[in-house]
């Protein structure tokens, strides 16, 4: 395995909440061994740089999802992931807030509804 591969392990792992050595399995299971390669590889580049840190392309990855629309499901991990990388919720609603100005509100609305349902349990149990 290369170093690429090691580090999306790490990165989906994290973002899953799931054992390292379970991610290519859950993967596999999900959308066939290919395309468990390919995911896996492309994270291992895409967190891992020195350019942006995580809590940055938290943010990112968010806005480019509710850009996207449709996407609630990968939505509302990367919230999770996002709060796990020091994003506060008054920064999560503002992004989204903001992104209604560029997005539309369909869609703006619709990730708030999910970035809210997201953070309330996170919030009850801390």
């Known amino acids: 395995m290369t170093d690429r591969y090691e580090r999306g392990l790490d990165a989906y792992a994290g973002q899953l909440g ?17 395309f468990a390669d390919e995911a896996i590889n492309a994270a291992g580049g895409a967190w891992n740089d020195d350019v942006l840190d995580l809590r940055e392309r ?11 629309g449709g996407v609630e499901v990968r939505l509302r991990s990367h919230v999770r992931w996002a709060v796990a990388h020091g994003v506060t919720r008054d ?9 209604a100005v560029y997005v539309g509100f369909p869609r703006a ?10 953070l309330d349990p996170l919030e009850r149990s801390a």
Do not use: D, K, N, Y
């Open 18 to 34: 799931i054992e390292r050595a379970t991610v290519p399995g859950w993967f596999a299971s999900r959308f066939g061994e290919r």
């Open 58 to 68: 938290s943010l990112i990855v968010i806005a480019a999802l509710v850009a996207q």
């Open 91 to 99: 920064e999560l609603e503002a992004l989204v807030t903001l992104l």
């Open 109 to 118: 609305s619709t990730a708030m509804e999910v970035v809210r349902a997201e």
